[in-house]
């Protein structure tokens, strides 16, 4: 495969623009699963409630180490590609200590040509990701396909996303009493009132205004009743407060809390969901952060700060991997 470097960094040769996020769409949340709109108040949960006694806590980062140009020999004009990292890794936690259980890293070429090959740089591998409904040779639509360099990223994104599935999925030890824990949205594959999705930031504003306040008003340990966006009740959602709110002439009343996301099977009652939610609330705050250790406190739950760096330090320094990839690029280019 023949290839050359794009000159600037990826990060600048494809700016990644966000598509924007609709805040006003709330219609369509179903507030009185668990307790009716008017008696929406702060829940914490009984004194009695037991933590799990093991926390598994799964998180992934990506990398884009370089943007590059493909030469396909029966075309004009050379084709995009982005040559990526990608990792995963589960870390637990019980009153043993922490462990990181397993880790994985991968990295590949994404790219619609079709002289896509692996690039082989030092004793690192990227693998081709060609797309998943690839082009046919002589397909009309061929001729007129303008690749779009944004889909390339979604493409890492979906790759990382599968390679956290496939960590998560795990099963836990027979008769350990295990709370999964991803850091984002929970995964589909999530089994039932067994795992959670933690929702750092607030891209969405789900409760209606009027109960807004109590999700403003949590205290560390509290959480709101569940609320829902299915209309099947199998998704459900609340708010937990991590830490106690700074002051409020320092931060908003609502920065020490997320969003917490968990799955349940058509015949659960209402009863052990709430069971379930009381014993995350009363498991996930100990592994708050700290605003003088993390700038995401307390959201960054400490195990999976010290994940993420660990996984990034697996990815290799940019300074060091971007010098391999140009000097393949050469290699690939005879004079």
């Given at each position: ?7 600037w960094q ?9 598509e ?5 769409a ?12 008017h008696d929406?108040a ?5 004194a009695?409630?037991s933590?799990?006694?093991?926390v598994?806590?799964?998180d ?21 590609g ?13 009153a043993?200590g ?5 880790v994985v890293?991968?990295?590949?070429v994404?790219s ?10 030092g ?17 009309a ?15 890492l994104g ?16 027979d008769g350990?009493?295990?709370l ?5 949205l ?5 089994r039932?009132?067994?795992a959670v999705?933690?929702?750092k ?7 209606p205004?009027?109960l ?8 560390r ?8 966006t ?7 959602s ?14 908003d009343p ?20 709430s069971?379930?939610a009381d014993r995350?609330?009363?498991?996930l ?7 003088h ?6 959201q960054?739950?400490?195990p999976?700060?010290?994940l ?19 000097s ?8």
């Amino acid at each position: 495969m023949r290839f050359r470097l794009d000159s600037w960094q990826s990060d600048y040769a494809f700016p990644y623009e966000p598509e924007p996020v609709e805040v006003d769409a709330v219609d369509a949340v179903d507030v009185e699963v668990e307790a009716p709109a008017h008696d929406w108040a702060p829940i914490t949960p009984p004194a009695d409630t037991s933590p799990f006694a093991t926390v598994r806590f799964i998180d992934g980062v990506q990398a884009s180490d370089a943007v590059i140009w493909i030469n396909d020999p029966d075309r004009d004009r050379p084709l995009p590609g982005l040559v990526a990292s990608w990792a995963a890794g589960v870390v637990s936690c019980s009153a043993d200590g922490a462990a990181l259980d397993r880790v994985v890293v991968e990295r590949g070429v994404f790219s619609d040509a079709r002289s896509l090959g692996p690039i082989i740089a030092g004793n690192l591998t990227w693998r081709p990701q060609a797309p998943e409904t690839p082009v046919e040779e002589g397909d009309a639509s061929d001729a007129i396909r303008d690749p779009d360099p944004m889909a390339l990223r979604e493409r890492l994104g979906l790759a990382r996303r599968r390679l956290e599935d496939r960590i998560g999925i795990l099963p836990a030890p027979d008769g350990q009493d295990v709370l999964t824990v991803y850091d984002g949205l929970l995964h589909a594959r999530s089994r039932p009132l067994a795992a959670v999705g933690l929702a750092k930031r607030a891209h969405r504003t789900y409760l209606p205004e009027s109960l807004q306040g109590i999700q403003r008003q949590l205290t560390r340990g509290e959480r709101t009743p569940l609320f829902t966006t299915d209309a099947q009740r199998r998704r459900l959602s609340f708010y937990l407060a991590l830490s106690d709110p700074l002051p409020p002439a320092v931060a908003d009343p609502g920065s020490c809390v997320a969003r917490i996301e968990l799955s349940v099977a058509p015949d659960t009652t209402i009863g052990d969901v709430s069971a379930f939610a009381d014993r995350v609330a009363a498991t996930l705050p100990p592994f708050a952060s700290e605003p003088h250790v993390d700038p995401r406190a307390p959201q960054n739950l400490m195990p999976i700060r010290s994940l993420e760096r660990e996984l990034r330090r697996l990815l290799g320094r940019p300074s060091v991997v971007r010098p391999l990839l140009a000097s393949q690029a050469a290699e690939s280019n005879p004079s």
